[in-house]
């Protein structure tokens, strides 16, 4: 037990940095490889990236290397999905809390509005697609 809490405390829960996107995308391609989610350029073979990644808000990072990420985005029904992909499924609650926390503090109103919350995912997937 004791191997556990010695594990946990090497890691970090906080807010997505923009030096984590790279990290982030990866785990999330590699999680979602199989599915039809995404686009994929003939020519490069890269894996575009569509709303379904939504708005990364949370990581573990353990020794400075990111390890599990949580985002949430908005489905077809309006309604807000939380997905988290980590290295230990053991931490992905802590993550998904940690993002809920990000995401309440960061968009008013978003329980009511997603209108602004749609607005970033979109602007965000397009900017990373640009980059990629």
């Given at each position: 037990m004791k191997e556990q809490n010695d594990k946990n405390k090497q890691l970090e829960f906080r807010k997505v940095y923009l030096s984590d996107m790279r990290s982030v995308i990866n785990m999330y391609q590699k999680t979602n490889q199989d599915s039809s989610t995404h686009d994929q350029t003939k020519k490069d073979k890269t894996i575009r990236l569509t709303t379904d990644f939504g708005l990364p808000l949370s990581v573990a990072s353990?020794?400075?290397?990111?390890?599990?990420?949580?985002?949430?985005?908005?489905?077809?029904?309006?309604?807000?999905?939380?997905?988290?992909?980590?290295?230990?499924?053991?931490?992905?609650?802590?993550?998904?809390?940690?993002?809920?926390i990000t995401l309440y503090d960061t968009f008013e109103n978003v329980q009511k509005d997603h209108s602004k919350l749609k607005i970033s995912i979109e602007k965000l997937v397009d900017w990373l697609n640009t980059c990629q």
């Open positions: 353990k020794e400075n290397e990111v390890v599990g990420f949580a985002a949430v985005h908005i489905n077809a029904s309006g309604e807000l999905i939380w997905d988290s992909s980590a290295d230990d499924l053991n931490i992905e609650h802590q993550l998904i809390e940690q993002a809920k």
